[in-house]
């Protein structure tokens, strides 16, 4: 499982995910690479919490 802000950073209503390497970041873009890699039923949601989204995946 992975956390992390997603989405756009104009969207965002935490401070610290509009800035540093976190405002450069959504989450939301690992969903190819993990795919690729060879990760499957990759799902994720805001955690409603500071605006942090999750990823969960699983790999056979």
Known sequence: MLIDYAGPVSERGHMSAKH???????????????????????EGDPLNWLGLHYLRAVRS
């Open 20 to 42: 540093g390497l976190h405002g450069q970041f959504d989450l939301h873009r690992l969903r190819e690479p993990l795919a690729a890699a060879g990760f499957e039923r990759i």
